[in-house]
């Protein structure tokens, strides 16, 4: 009867030896192997980006991918690669008045992000993520655009950190 019993021990401990499993308090479904990460600089291909908008989007995806995974931050070649480019920024109106005049303005951005997992091809995706928020018409773009990028940006990273790691 020992015999048997220390065979299915063997069996138990051979067979929880083959799995791996990597849980994450973010939801993030991280392969157990991936150690590095790259953000390549994000590109503006539309004429209306703030100038430095490239540099805000690429750093504020840096800090979420720092603060909400293990992985290690590295310049080039990371198991996990992101690059990505501005396609869109623009202002227009969100809604109007009965008279017709503008009530509401929207800033609209859009990035075309390539997400590369070099573990797990099977995961690699291109996708244009949007998003927009809306300010006062009577209020001057340049007073609140600050504002708007920090509020869109954390929509726009949450969604690609959701879409590319996400275990949902």
Excluded: H
């Excluded at 401990?13 to 939801?27: D, H, M």
Aim: aromatic letters at 12%; glycine letters at 4%; one cysteine or more.
């Amino acid at each position: 009867m020992r015999i048997y019993y220390f065979i299915w021990i063997l069996f138990a401990a051979a067979l929880v030896q083959g799995c791996s499993v990597s849980y994450s308090f973010t939801g993030a479904d991280i392969p157990a192997a991936a150690i590095t990460v790259s953000v390549k600089q994000f590109r503006i291909v539309t004429p209306m980006a703030a100038p430095n908008y490239d540099l805000t989007l690429t750093e504020a995806y840096k800090d979420l991918m720092l603060a909400q995974t293990r992985l290690d931050l590295v310049d080039k070649k990371g198991d996990l690669q992101y690059e990505g480019t501005i396609t869109r920024y623009e202002t227009g109106n969100a809604a109007v008045s009965g008279d017709e005049v503008a009530t509401l303005n929207r800033l609209s951005i859009s990035v075309k992000v390539k997400y590369i997992n070099t573990l797990e091809r099977e995961k690699n995706f291109e996708r244009t993520f949007t998003r927009f928020a809306d300010y006062d018409s009577n209020t001057d773009f340049n007073a609140v655009e600050l504002e708007l990028i920090d509020e869109i940006n954390d929509q726009l990273i949450q969604d690609i950190f959701d879409a590319s790691l996400g275990a949902w």
